[in-house]
């Protein structure tokens, strides 16, 4: 009985279609050659750079995007909506550039992340739990404009966005391609093209907004220092403002 219960668990994970992707658009970074990954997963790279070739990625051009979103915002627009820059799927995995995904069975790594029935897994930001104190970091780090920064955080502030409400480090997401990751995912686009391209600054309110959970990855170290994932590794050209 136990027997036949999990290997339906097995048969029913098998049939999930799951896609990691990530951009590098503007020669941010360094690309990545994936040594550690599993061959029951498509890996997808968007690019602007016609030369790199992979054995794993899927590599794909950027060229449908409008030029008048800056190298930035279109790599955030590949991060913020896999629903529909991806190949039909039932989980995306988006890694930053600058991390290597490290895990053999994707399988296993949902597990491990106590996945379940969530729409949008992410780990919890390791210094700070609050917008309003990230934009501050982003002033202070020159990472986007005081003008663009600070109009983006009154307004939040003048809707009762709360203090407090909760920060992630978004190099990792997890998300179920349902109903509620999509309108989450079409939510947060809207916010970062009329804003800062800081996609920290807007997720949470978008969150709130909206009524959407984001469920905290609690079980595997941080983003930074896990199993899954290989240290950060430095920008090469990173983007200006």
């Excluded at 409008?66 to 991806?86: E, F, G, M, Q, S």
């Excluded at 790594?109 to 982003?138: A, K």
């Excluded at 009524?211 to 896990?226: E, S, Y």
Aim: with cysteine; hydrophobic share 40%.
């Amino acid at each position: 009985m136990i027997g036949g219960f999990l290997l339906s668990i097995f048969m029913f994970m098998s049939d999930i279609k799951v896609i990691v992707y990530s951009a590098n658009i503007g020669g941010y970074d360094n690309f990545i050659s994936l040594n550690t990954y599993d061959p029951n997963v498509e890996y997808i790279l968007f690019t602007d750079d016609t030369e790199f070739k992979s054995d794993v990625w899927d590599v794909r051009s950027v060229d449908f995007l409008t030029d008048k979103l800056d190298n930035r915002k279109k790599a955030r627009y590949i991060k913020l909506n896999p629903h529909l820059v991806l190949p039909p799927h039932d989980i995306s995995i988006w890694v930053d550039h600058c991390l290597e995904p490290k895990f053999e069975d994707v399988n296993e790594l949902l597990h491990y992340l106590n996945f379940g029935n969530s729409s949008i897994m992410c780990f919890p930001h390791p210094e700070r739990d609050c917008l309003y104190d990230e934009g501050q970091v982003v002033l202070k780090l020159k990472l986007d404009t005081p003008e663009i920064v600070n109009k983006q955080m009154n307004r939040y502030h003048s809707m009762s966005f709360p203090r407090n409400y909760g920060l992630f480090e978004n190099g990792f997401i997890v998300r179920r391609n349902n109903l509620k990751s999509q309108m989450f995912n079409e939510t947060w686009w809207k916010e970062i093209s009329k804003n800062s391209g800081r996609d920290q600054l807007s997720q949470m309110f978008v969150s709130w907004s909206i009524g959407v959970d984001i469920t905290p990855i609690l079980n595997c170290g941080l983003m930074a220092d896990n199993k899954f994932l290989s240290e950060k590794i430095k920008h090469k050209n990173p983007f200006k403002l």
